[in-house]
Each structure stands twice: as structure tokens, then as C-alpha cells.
């Protein structure tokens, strides 16, 4: 369990608790009573007794937390929320027990157990909306096989992966990840590399070729020399590289604090200059005094300022779940609000993240109908994402015989009585087959394939990963906000040069591996402006961690998932823009919000302090817990008012 979900649990266990003793304490209060017209019905002799219990078992178990914080605070000499939260609460509960004990005036039993409750309840709905950052390093950690197979001299031997050192062999089986970062030595297979380079498909593997841990091997087998291990492997500096991302951001301080800082100098400023004023200009005595500093300093930490964050980020994040929106980091979430510029993953995210057939060509007097048939046939027996392209071109493709697959090369059978090869350019080189120099293909940005019939070249076909539709759309709405977009891919330089010049990118970026992704992240800030990060990949997860918005979307790896600060759980980037509209809403209601919250003060203390006095105004106690109470509902009420983002599915 995260850090985040024990202080979620810790703070809704407090909460319900003080709640079964506020209870009583609301029962047993002389004002409540009076007010329902009950007192003969409740009070009884020695109930001021039982007041004092209740409420110090309150202000002790379920004012903790802000106690403690106070303490920390002010040992740091940065006071906030918690500072203010235990300020009031410890001044009205030491002022109510020497009401109980004798002294004149009116108790604040209640207020005090009111305002711890809700207090709570505002910490308890605040740390559910943090997200923990360990789960994001325990996936990645989960990537990475348990054991490998050691060559030895008398053949393999299974062995934890956390014993093999540098110079070990490993045998690396079909569909078996890649145990450590090495040197293919032996074998040929297409590695699925997604996970570093964000590619759409496997790379082809030989000998000399290096390999990754954690990669997933095709349908061959190698022998890897290890060369990285521990703290120096691919994923352990992953792992690095988020945990920093990580702490360098938790160094913000959230609005609320902020606010409470310059309440605590208020609280503590008024009380005292009203006490002293009382003291020295009326003629009333120090308990008036004391009674209207204590009012002073309860009600200027009144429950509004504890809700007016958690109560927006609750309703926000209700309503972007709705919506398919799942907000991890509320921080984050806040921050999306001054986003200047996107940066998108390619693969999976402005494309469907598989190939498709874009284009064909027979040669000679063939028929390309015909040469798609024979080569879904073969394509069909195979799992590669190219020959899954094909294969779903025909419908009801010709059974293949005597099938074989060629390692990072393409495959083989017999169709129909006829050898047919599918294969990439290089094998057509190494068997010395002939291909037209120039044909109508279109090779933009597209990978190619050889249909060879009986030892001759029959045709080619070009695949593409499709841009989606719905990225046209994000794009061109997130530019018309003033928001610049660009992209991020492990793919070739023309790849990424088509899928910009489609979308109308500001800029993009080819080539690219994780560590320079962040490092990328870091380059678009502009202005000072906040930058997100949209992406769906292991790859994806340091830029997304560095990130001021860290954005995972649809069907993203748990990685991803894990190191992003809100999830999209459809794979749609106009989800993107939704995001960033409401967080603008959000910013404007917690900004409303907070100007009720403090504005409040700025009536109620003066009042509360006898400046109006001389005219016959004075804010009672209960009428200063009235007016709490008020701030709070239209607090709630306003967080209500939030509405949702508007999606527009077409343009």
C-alpha cells in the first residue's frame, strides 16, 4: 500500500470517529438545545462535565493530525493550513474548559468538534486525490523477468535474474523476455521494442546487435551476452529518472496553504489586538476580551478554507471519471490549467498504435487481388504486427503448407502448390532476388514488404500505422486555445514527417529514446507556461513523470498509467482538451471558492473583534458559528455548480 492510501485510510478512520463523538457533543450543547427547544429533554447535572471528556477526546484523537502539523510547521517556520487548523482548535478548546471549570462565558464545545469533522473529512478528500508515485517504480520493476537461462558448458541452467553479472550468457527463448541489457552472440529474432524506442514494430535482431532487458523476443531464439546489470540496466535508470521526476515536483506548495499562511498571521494579529483594545479602551473587563479574541481567532479559520480546495478537486474529479478522465495528481491537475504547450507520443496515442495496408503494386501481368491472396495466406500463420495487416485484407485467405518463419525477415509456405516468401527488402538482397527499381508504390513514411512467387518478385505492399481521425481534431483545437502541440517518437525521420505535415504539429521530434523524451519535455517549456506530456508506453514514462501534466491515454501500459498524473481511459486525444477545459473551470471555482472562504473574514472579524460595538453591533459567539456554518454551504453549493467537459465528437 502506497503512503497515499495509509494517510487516506488513516484520516478517513479519524474522521468517522470524531464524527460518533460529535454526536453528543451536538446533543449536550446548551445553544443547540435552545435552539430545538430540547433542554429539558437532554441537559442533566453534570453535563458541562461530559462536555469537557467528549471534547478533549475530540481536540486529543481527532485533532492529531493538526496538532502535530502545527509542530512541524513552526519548527520549519513556515506556517500553514495545519498551523491555522490547530491554532483554532486548541484555543477553543483551552477557552471551553475554563468555561467548564468555572470560569464566566459561553463554551464552543460544538464549533470545535464541527470544525474538526469537517477538517478531516476536507485532509481525508484531499490525500484520496494524491496519487503515490511507488506503484509507478513497482510496475516497472515487474517488467523484468524473474529468471534466465545461464549457458554453461554442459548446457542451461535456470538462475535468478539478480545473479547474473556482466560477461554471463543466456539463452533467450521464443516469446520469453529479455532477462538483461547485452550483445546478441548467437540466433536471429524480431525483439518487440516498444518499451524503448515507442517503435509500432519489432526490431530485427542478428549478431552484434544489443538488446534490452525487459524487451519481449519474437519467434526465435538468441544467446545473449550480458553487459548491464543492477543500478546500470535500461529499466533501473527508468526507474531513476521517474523517482527524480517525482520528488522535484512534490516541492509545490498547494493554494490553500498559501492562504491559511497569511490567516495564521491574521488569526493570531487580530486576537491579540483585540484583547489588547478590549483591555485597554473599554471598561468591560479581560474575560469580554478574551471572549471576543477567542471568537476572533475560531472563526478566522473558519470550515470554508479547509473545503474550498478538497470540495472543487472532489466534484472535478467525480465529474472527470464520468467523463473518462481519471485524475491521479490533483497538483497536476491544477497546473493544467497554464498549459502552453503538448507534447504527444506518436505510437498509440495521435495513431491507432497498428499497421493497416496503405498501399499495393503488382508486377508485370499479375494481379494484385490475386498477390494479396497468396501472401495472406502465408501472413495468416504468423504473429507479426505486419503480417496481421495482411492477413485481415482477405477475408477467407488459402490455407498455407510447409510454413516457416525467417527471424526479423518475414515468412515462408507453400500456397496453392507455389513457394511464397513475404519478406523485407534485405532478404530479397541476401537472396539475390530482383525487384523493380522504380514502381507506383507510395514509400512515404511507410514500411514495405516483397510478395516473391516462385523465387520471382510478385509484388509489394505499404504499411502504415494511421493517424487517428480524432487527433486532426485535437490538434487543431488545442492550436486554436494558443496551445502549441508537438510530437515525440522513436520512429524514422520520415515516418514522423508525414504524421506532423497530416496533423499540422507546431514541431516534432524523430528518433527519439526515453532519456532524451524528458530532456525534450524540458525544451518546450515556454514563458514560463506549463507543459503536457500525453503518451501510452513504458518509453513514455520518464517524459511523462517530468512533465508539469503528465497525461497516459487508453489502453497505456501500467507504467505509463502509473507514472502519469491523470489517465484518459479512451483512446481519444480530443480527451486532452477536455482535460484542460476542466481544469480551467476547476481553477475558476477554487479561485471563487477561496475569495468566499477569506472574503469572510474580512466581514466577520471586524465584527466578531466589537468594531462595530459602539453602534450596538456585536458578532455573538453563536452568530459567529452561524456565519461559519453559512460560508460552508455556499462553499459546497458553488463546488456544486461545476459542470463537466462538453465533448464534441465531430467537426
Known amino acids: 500500500m502506497t503512503d497515499g492510501n495509509k494517510m487516506a485510510r488513516a484520516y478517513r478512520r479519524r474522521f468517522f470517529i470524531a464524527?460518533?463523538?460529535?454526536?453528543?457533543?451536538?446533543?449536550?450543547?446548551?445553544?443547540?438545545?435552545?435552539?430545538?427547544?430540547?433542554?429539558?429533554?437532554?441537559?442533566f447535572p453534570g453535563d458541562r462535565w461530559v462536555l469537557l471528556v467528549l471534547a478533549g477526546a475530540i481536540w486529543g484523537y481527532g485533532g492529531w493530525p493538526f496538532l502535530k502539523g502545527l509542530v512541524k510547521e513552526l519548527r520549519q517556520g513556515s506556517p500553514g493550513m495545519m498551523t491555522l487548523i490547530g491554532l483554532a482548535?486548541?484555543?477553543?478548546?483551552?477557552?471551553?474548559?475554563?468555561?467548564?471549570?468555572?470560569?464566566?462565558?459561553?463554551?464552543?464545545?460544538?464549533?470545535?468538534?464541527?470544525?474538526?469533522?469537517?477538517?478531516?473529512?476536507?485532509h481525508w478528500i484531499e490525500m484520496r486525490s494524491v496519487a503515490g508515485a511507488s506503484r509507478a517504480l513497482e510496475e516497472l520493476a515487474r517488467l523484468m523477468p524473474a529468471e534466465a537461462h545461464r549457458v554453461t558448458g554442459a548446457g542451461t541452467e535456470d538462475v535468478p535474474v539478480s545473479e547474473l553479472e556482466p560477461g554471463d550468457r543466456v539463452l533467450v527463448k521464443p516469446g520469453e523476455k529479455v532477462p538483461a541489457d547485452g550483445r546478441v552472440t548467437e540466433g536471429e529474432s524480431a525483439v518487440n521494442e516498444a518499451m524503448v524506442t515507442g517503435e509500432s514494430g519489432p526490431a530485427a535482431k542478428q549478431p552484434g546487435d544489443e538488446v534490452t532487458g525487459g524487451t519481449v523476443n519474437g519467434d526465435g531464439s538468441m544467446t545473449v551476452e550480458?553487459?548491464?546489470?543492477?543500478?546500470?540496466s535500461f529499466l533501473n535508470q527508468v526507474v531513476k529518472m521517474v523517482r527524480e521526476a517525482r520528488q522535484s515536483r512534490s516541492r509545490s506548495q498547494d493554494l490553500a496553504d498559501r492562504a491559511a499562511k497569511w490567516l495564521t498571521v491574521v488569526a493570531l494579529g487580530a486576537g491579540a489586538l483585540t484583547l489588547a483594545g478590549w483591555l485597554l479602551l473599554s471598561a468591560r473587563g479581560w474575560l469580554f476580551g478574551l471572549e471576543r479574541a477567542v471568537t476572533v481567532m475560531v472563526i478566522t479559520c473558519p470550515h470554508a478554507l479547509g473545503l474550498a480546495v478538497p470540495l472543487v478537486a472532489a466534484v472535478s474529479t467525480a465529474l472527470a471519471a464520468r467523463n473518462g478522465l481519471l485524475v491521479r495528481d490533483r497538483a497536476a491537475f491544477e497546473r493544467a490549467r497554464n498549459i502552453g504547450a503538448v507534447?504527444?507520443?506518436?505510437?498509440?496515442?495521435?495513431?491507432?498504435?497498428?499497421?493497416?495496408?496503405?498501399?499495393?503494386?503488382?508486377?508485370?501481368?499479375?494481379?494484385?487481388?490475386?498477390?494479396?491472396?497468396?501472401?495472406?495466406?502465408?501472413?495468416?500463420?504468423?504473429?507479426?504486427?505486419?503480417?496481421?495487416?495482411?492477413?485481415?485484407?482477405?477475408?477467407?485467405?488459402?490455407?498455407?503448407?510447409e510454413f516457416r518463419s525467417i527471424p526479423g525477415k518475414g515468412a515462408e509456405g507453400r500456397v496453392e502448390g507455389k513457394r511464397v516468401i513475404v519478406a523485407s527488402p534485405g532478404l530479397l538482397?541476401?537472396?539475390g532476388i530482383a525487384r523493380p527499381e522504380e514502381d507506383e508504390l507510395d514509400r512515404r513514411g511507410r514500411t514495405v514488404v516483397y510478395v516473391v512467387v516462385e523465387?520471382?518478385?510478385?509484388?509489394?505492399?505499404?504499411?502504415?500505422?494511421?493517424?487517428?481521425?480524432?487527433?486532426?481534431?485535437a490538434v487543431a483545437r488545442l492550436r486554436g486555445m494558443g496551445i502549441r502541440c508537438l510530437m515525440l517518437t522513436g520512429d524514422s525521420e520520415e515516418v514522423a514527417r508525414r504524421v506532423a505535415g497530416e496533423l499540422d504539429l507546431d514541431d516534432w521530434f524523430a528518433e527519439v529514446l526515453p532519456g532524451d523524451k524528458a530532456d525534450r519535455v524540458d525544451e518546450a517549456r515556454r514563458d514560463g507556461k506549463a507543459v503536457a506530456m500525453v503518451g501510452d508506453g513504458v518509453n513514455d514514462a520518464p517524459a511523462l513523470a517530468r512533465a508539469d501534466v503528465g497525461i497516459a491515454i487508453g489502453a497505456g501500459t501500467d507504467v505509463a498509467v502509473e507514472a502519469a498524473d491523470i489517465v484518459l481511459t479512451r483512446n481519444d486525444p480530443r480527451d486532452v482538451v477536455a482535460t484542460i477545459g476542466l481544469a480551467r473551470a476547476t481553477w475558476r471555482k477554487t479561485v471563487q471558492n477561496l475569495g468566499w472562504?477569506?472574503?469572510?473574514?474580512?466581514?466577520?472579524?471586524?465584527?466578531?473583534?466589537?468594531?462595530?460595538?459602539?453602534?450596538g453591533v456585536l458578532l455573538s459567539p453563536a452568530v459567529g458559528a452561524a456565519l461559519m456554518s453559512a460560508?460552508?454551504?455556499i462553499v459546497a453549493v458553488n463546488a456544486r455548480l461545476l459542470r463537466g467537459p462538453e465533448r464534441k465528437e465531430d467537426e
Not at 460518533?20 to 430540547?38: D, E, F, Y
Request: aromatic share 6%; no cysteine.
Open 19 to 43: 464524527l460518533g463523538i460529535t454526536v453528543p457533543i451536538l446533543a449536550l450543547s446548551p445553544m443547540l438545545q435552545r435552539l430545538l427547544g430540547l433542554e429539558a429533554a437532554l441537559s
Open 89 to 122: 482548535i486548541t484555543v477553543a478548546f483551552g477557552y471551553s474548559a475554563a468555561i467548564a471549570l468555572g470560569v464566566s462565558g459561553r463554551a464552543f464545545f460544538w464549533e470545535l468538534a464541527t470544525l474538526v469533522d469537517v477538517m478531516l473529512l476536507g
Open 226 to 232: 550480458v553487459g548491464r546489470t543492477g543500478e546500470d
Open 343 to 401: 507534447v504527444f507520443d506518436k505510437t498509440g496515442t495521435l495513431t491507432e498504435g497498428e499497421f493497416r495496408v496503405a498501399d499495393r503494386v503488382a508486377y508485370g501481368d499479375r494481379d494484385a487481388g490475386e498477390m494479396m491472396r497468396l501472401a495472406a495466406a502465408v501472413e495468416s500463420r504468423s504473429e507479426h504486427p505486419v503480417a496481421a495487416a495482411i492477413a485481415r485484407e482477405v477475408d477467407e485467405p488459402p490455407q498455407a503448407e
Open 429 to 431: 538482397d541476401e537472396r
Open 455 to 473: 523465387g520471382r518478385a510478385a509484388g509489394a505492399i505499404a504499411l502504415e500505422d494511421k493517424v487517428r481521425p480524432e487527433s486532426k481534431q
Open 597 to 615: 472562504a477569506t472574503g469572510y473574514n474580512v466581514i466577520a472579524i471586524p465584527l466578531a473583534a466589537g468594531a462595530l460595538a459602539w453602534a
Open 631 to 633: 460560508s460552508t454551504v
